[in-house]
């Protein structure tokens, strides 16, 4: 987007009146009209705003357009209304200056609009908050509200004010609205009653027929229709454009953002209706006996129905429509009223109802909107009053209204004069008197107190007997004929007597913006603005609070016969009153111009213009701004602007601006009468002046652009070539540290390559030493041994001569021993060291190896190699490590793995060392070892697990023959008596069954036979061939009780089984057991383990039965007899 710097920037037209050259009106209206073309609807007179009306929405109120125009200088960008705003708003917050914003110009050139404009755009731009922000909204609600109640459809303006309106806004310090006051003045209410044609009646009254609900309209008794109510005229009662029922809508949302209640809102609706139903009241006259008519309500129905509305006795009412009380002199009369009267009355009632209606309705959003804080404010007002009218009938209302606008142009010319002087002292400039034209002799001509037209009106209604408008008009044409404004048929100035465009009952006044001729008819009623008593008493007496709020004279008990003051004093007051509170505040000015009367846009219609801007003033207000200097700006803004046109102040002008600008307009040769130096503007004379330096600007920031687009170009390449050279730099750096890099590799491998080369030198060199070394040590051994062979022998032959004795071999031997074993420990030494400079040159050579392959292979196969190699040291050490574990298979011990990956190999090779160690150890056996084995191996497989003893039995070797029969003489005869191999030879004890007590008998085994002999004598008791042995009974527990049963029917059965009980229990069943194995001519003998078995006693069977003793029983097992057929062997508990 493009940025402006300057109003003088791509200028339509000119943007500042002040610079039109030539000024006259021709140029004047042109540019307006090219602006007003080129949708450029302001413009400047010095920080007057001029407004045209575009009639249609232009894009330039956006939210952008106020952040452009926010806190910029009032002449940076083009002439718009926000510059306005923000240049009041910037001087009320940043200055503490009060404002006001005067908005004039006829009806329907924009002025409401405007006013609008100017609160929404101060409201965009003061601060924010939730307060702030509610105030702001109350403010801008207040506007829909009035507009509805006080704005109607006029020829000149559908949304025309017909009120006055003077708002306050209040800001507090920091330029936050605090909250307003709305002052309102005259409104037209006859409107009310009746309006002209293709006029309407007040907005709300069609907004309320056409947007309240059903609901709504019946408890207010009114009908949609419009045409139903007198007091609403038909022909226009559609405004295109306006959407009424959208309206109401608005204006019932803006009353309860401003803060009316529920019941308020009803009440003035409730009145509003009111005025509607009074309209239809209608009248008919009722012959008097004294011949007079009186009026008679016509159609009670719209009567009672308003009486039920407001709450009035319905008689009150009608009465007052009837009748009149006259007060004089301390007495009451009662008159009738005749017809036209009794429509007098009504719609006086139906015109005051409604403007005090609308003046309670400022004073309560005044109330709502009221700043709350107590602190003193500051203030901006802003003014939207009714624009000057003439129309074909003017009357008392266009009196009233001119007369304002005629205060305000005066109040505008002394203000512009008085700012322009003001600015002219201020800037020590020399002030030249400009001649313009002052309104003030016809400000005189109305409001003078004496003889002004409204002290005469006011004179002539108070004055008693006749009054009439024609007796006032007679009075003007006396006292005012000779005043050069006032025109008038009958009056005393001739010239007018022939006047044909004045007619007899009028009068007319040069007002500042044209002449008005006003039709008399009406002026004193209007100016009285008489009520009848009895209505506002009937008023009074409603039963509805805001009616008897608005009628508070109807009150019996105050009742005033003192006249109340004229609408005509009453205007002027509070006009009074306005002008001063003006004057106080700093002004700004919106001249609002309409450029056509079809409300059309892009019309521009000439004579129309030329009409405003003469009655305006605005030629005048240019010729004052321009006297003397047309243009002004401070130093610094234009040095800022032009200072590219000479080379001294341009790029940079360090000095004073003054000083800048001087040297820059003497560089420029303007002539020096062409300017004028003020405090701290500079002052030029002629507009053609100022052109001419935007000219040459022009020209040269052409070439400025040139000159920065080459400043540019250089310093795009410039970065470029740097940006390319850093980049080299940083290539360049990184290809030095890689060629580096490559030969310092280089180096270092070869350097290892001589450092593994010096290192063998210097190991071949040690070893060369060494071997010298020990060959001189060899040397001189030899040498020594010489020596000492010399010595010892030279000793041995003193010793042989001295003592040749024994002593002195021996110590020769010694000597001779000791040199031996010397020789033999350094021979062992020698050996050693140079085992250990092998292993270190082998080391090293290895290393070298290790360290060639590494970097040959290092990413192929080092890794490999070296993992091989390593596996190699580890398994070695490992097998190394199990070299220290012992041949006996006893010996359960076994080295711990070294690493965990061994553990199947570890646990495997235990395995089958152990296997190896017990196949060597076996090897090692005889014949005899084997065989004892063999029974051990048999023991085992017969007891192991079955019987408690076996376990303490492993250890004992089986010896056989316990008593050496054989080499004991004492068994000499039973030796003889036994002529096979005596397997077995032990002392057992018989059990006797008779008792269970064991008797010692000698037992032997042969290959065939068992033998029991008596212990004694050796005597052979019982032989027992084998074959006859059918099985033998053992308990399970560790007793060593044994019973040798027979088989039935065989030579030895007679003899009955054997208890018996034995020391090596074990060996003996094992040996009988093996007898049985390896004998082919014999059954197996059955060995049965069980803790009950019987035993054949000869006859009889006797159960032997095994229980676990307690600790009485002592160490060994005893026997008893329990029964003939029990025997109970008590075990000791283990
Ligand atoms: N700046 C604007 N942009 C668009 N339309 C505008 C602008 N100003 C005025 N108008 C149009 O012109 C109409 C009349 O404007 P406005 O009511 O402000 O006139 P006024 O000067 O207040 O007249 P009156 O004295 O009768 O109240 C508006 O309803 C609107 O349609
Ligand atoms: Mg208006």
Redesign the pocket.
């Known amino acids: 987007m493009e940025v402006k710097t300057s109003l003088l920037d791509n200028m339509i037209g000119v943007g500042d009146m002040v610079l039109l050259e030539p000024l006259n009106e021709d140029s004047f209206i042109e540019n307006l009209r090219s602006r007003f073309d080129h949708n450029e609807?302001y413009t400047y007179i010095g920080s007057v705003v001029i407004?045209m009306?575009?009639?249609?929405?232009?894009p330039i109120?956006t939210p952008q357009k106020v952040e452009e125009y926010r806190n910029r200088n009032f002449y940076e960008l083009s002439p718009h209304?926000y510059a306005l705003a923000d240049e009041a708003y910037r001087s009320l917050r940043d200055q503490d200056k009060d404002q006001c914003i005067l908005?004039t110009?006829?009806?329907?050139?924009?002025?409401?609009?405007?006013?609008?404009?100017v609160m929404s755009y101060v409201a965009a731009v003061c601060g924010k908050g939730q307060e702030v922000n509610k105030v702001k909204e109350q403010l801008l609600q207040s506007n829909p509200v009035l507009e509805a109640f006080g704005?109607a459809k006029?020829m000149?303006?559908?949304?025309?004010?017909?009120f006055g309106k003077y708002m306050d806004i209040e800001f507090d310090f920091k330029g936050d609205p605090l909250g307003g006051v709305i002052s309102n003045y005259l409104l037209e209410k006859s409107r009310v009653c009746k309006q002209p044609r293709g006029e309407r009646n007040f907005h709300i009254f069609y907004q309320l027929l056409s947007g309240a609900s059903d609901d709504t309209l019946l408890k207010l008794k009114l009908d949609r229709d419009f045409s139903k109510y007198n007091y609403l005229s038909l022909d226009s009662a559609n405004v295109n454009?306006l959407d009424d029922a959208a309206s109401f809508r608005t204006v019932r949302n803006a009353m309860q953002i401003v803060g009316f209640m529920e019941d308020e809102v009803q009440s003035v609706l409730e009145l509003v209706a009111a005025v509607l139903k009074l309209g239809n009241i209608e009248f008919k006259p009722e012959s008097r006996v004294n011949g007079f008519d009186e009026s008679r309500v016509k159609d009670k129905n719209d009567l009672k129905e308003m009486c039920e509305l407001l709450g009035i006795e319905q008689s009150v009412l009608e009465r007052a429509f009837s009748y009149r009380t006259v007060e004089a002199k301390m007495e009451k009369m009662s008159t009738t009223l005749n017809v036209a009267q009794a429509y007098y009355a009504r719609d006086a009632l139906a015109k005051n109802l409604y403007s005090r209606l609308f003046s309670w309705l400022v004073t309560r959003i005044n109330e709502s909107i009221k700043a709350q804080a107590k602190t003193r404010h500051k203030v901006m007002g802003v003014l939207?009053?009714?624009?000057f009218e003439i129309f074909e009938d003017n009357s008392f209302e266009q009196f009233i209204i001119n007369y304002c606008n005629e205060k305000l142009q005066q109040i505008f010319i002394e203000l512009t004069l008085r700012e322009e002087q003001e600015e002219y002292i201020r800037e020590d400039i020399e002030w030249t008197n400009i001649v313009y034209f002052n309104n003030a002799v016809i400000c005189d001509l109305i409001e003078n107190n004496q003889n002004g037209i409204l002290a005469m009106l006011d004179e002539e209604c108070l004055r008693p007997g006749t009054v009439t408008d024609d007796t006032f008009l007679d009075k003007l044409n006396t006292i005012c004929a000779e005043h050069q404004h006032f025109e008038s048929r009958l009056s005393k100035n001739s010239k007018f007597l022939t006047d044909h465009s004045l007619p007899h009952s009028c009068f007319r006044i040069q007002h500042y913006a044209g002449k008005v001729l006003y039709r008399v008819e009406g002026f004193v009623d209007k100016n009285n603005d008489l009520l009848y008593r009895d209505l506002s008493q009937a008023m009074y007496k409603a039963t509805h609070s805001l009616m008897r709020q608005l009628f508070p004279e109807g009150n019996p008990a105050k009742v005033n016969l003192k006249r109340p003051p004229t609408a005509g004093f009453q205007f002027k007051a509070s006009v009074g009153v306005l002008m001063k509170n003006l004057q106080t505040k700093n002004p700004n000015y919106i001249r609002?111009i309409?450029p056509n009367d079809k409300?059309v846009a892009h019309i521009f219609t000439d004579s129309l213009v030329c009409h405003q801007v003469r009655y305006l003033g605005l030629m005048e207000n240019v010729r004052v701004r321009r006297a003397g200097y047309a243009f002004r700006q401070p130093y610094e803004s234009c040095l800022k602007r032009y200072k590219m046109l000479c080379k001294t102040t341009w790029p940079q002008w360090r000095g004073p601006a003054r000083d800048g600008v001087a040297v820059l307009l003497t560089d420029c040769s303007v002539p020096t009468e062409e300017f004028a130096y003020g405090r701290s503007k500079i002052f030029i004379r002629n507009p053609r002046t100022l052109f001419t330096l935007e000219e040459r600007r022009r020209a040269c920031l052409e070439d400025l652009a040139t000159l920065i687009q080459k400043i540019y170009r250089g310093w795009k390449s410039r970065t470029h070539f740097l940006l390319l050279k850093k980049s080299q730099v940083v290539v360049a750096a990184w290809y030095r540290r890689y060629a580096q890099q490559n030969k310092y590799q280089k180096i270092k491998s070869a350097s290892l390559v001589m450092q593994s080369f010096i290192r063998g030198w210097k190991a071949r060199n040690i070893l060369r030493q060494l071997k010298y070394e020990k060959r001189c040590k060899e040397a001189v051994t030899t040498i020594a041994a010489y020596w000492h062979g010399t010595q010892a022998r030279m000793e041995l032959r003193r010793l042989k001569t001295e003592a040749q004795n024994k002593r002195a071999v021996s110590v020769i031997w010694a000597y001779w021993q000791g040199t031996k074993a010397r020789r033999e420990l350094r021979r062992l030494k020698e050996e050693a060291r140079c085992k250990h400079a092998v292993a270190i040159i082998w080391a090293y050579w290895l290393g070298l190896q290790v360290r060639r392959d590494y970097r040959k292979f290092f990413r192929a196969n080092a890794g490999k190699k070296i993992y091989n190699f390593t596996i190699q040291r580890i398994m070695q050490k490992y097998f190394l490590g199990l070299k220290t574990t012992t041949m006996s298979p006893m010996d359960n011990t076994w080295p711990a793995k070294p690493y965990g990956f061994l553990e199947g190999a570890h646990t495997e090779l235990r395995r089958i060392f152990h296997l190896w160690r017990c196949k060597k150890y076996r090897g090692q056996f005889t014949e005899e070892k084997k065989a004892v084995y063999e029974e051990k191996l048999e023991a085992s497989e017969i007891f192991k697990d079955k019987k408690a003893l076996y376990p303490s039995s492993v250890s004992q070797p089986f010896k056989g023959d316990y008593l050496e029969i054989q080499k004991n003489p004492k068994y000499q005869k039973l030796n003889s008596a036994v002529e096979e191999k005596v397997l077995l030879a032990d002392l057992v004890n018989k059990i006797n069954r008779a008792n269970g007590k064991g008797s010692p008998r000698l037992f032997l085994l042969t290959k065939s036979n068992f033998v029991l002999a008596d212990q004694k004598t050796g005597q052979v008791k019982t032989s027992v061939p084998l074959p006859d042995l059918a099985s033998v009974s053992v308990s399970t527990q560790s007793d060593g009780f044994f019973a040798l049963k027979l088989k039935e029917g065989s030579a030895s059965a007679s003899k009955g089984d054997f208890l018996l009980s034995s020391d090596h229990l074990i060996e003996i069943i094992t040996k009988l057991h093996r007898i049985g194995t390896t004998a082919a001519d014999r059954d197996q003998i059955n060995i049965d383990i069980s803790d009950e078995f019987l035993v054949q006693f000869k006859q009889d069977k006797v159960c032997v039965k095994f229980i676990q003793g307690g600790p009485k029983n002592g160490n060994s097992a005893a026997c008893k007899r329990k029964n003939n057929r029990l025997l109970e062997v008590s075990v000791p508990s283990p």
Do not use: F, M, Q, V
């Open positions: 609807i407004s009306n575009p009639y249609r929405s232009l109120y209304i908005i110009g006829e009806s329907g050139a924009g002025k409401t609009e405007a006013s609008k404009l704005n006029t000149r303006n559908d949304n025309s004010s017909r454009g939207d009053i009714y624009g609002c309409k409300k």
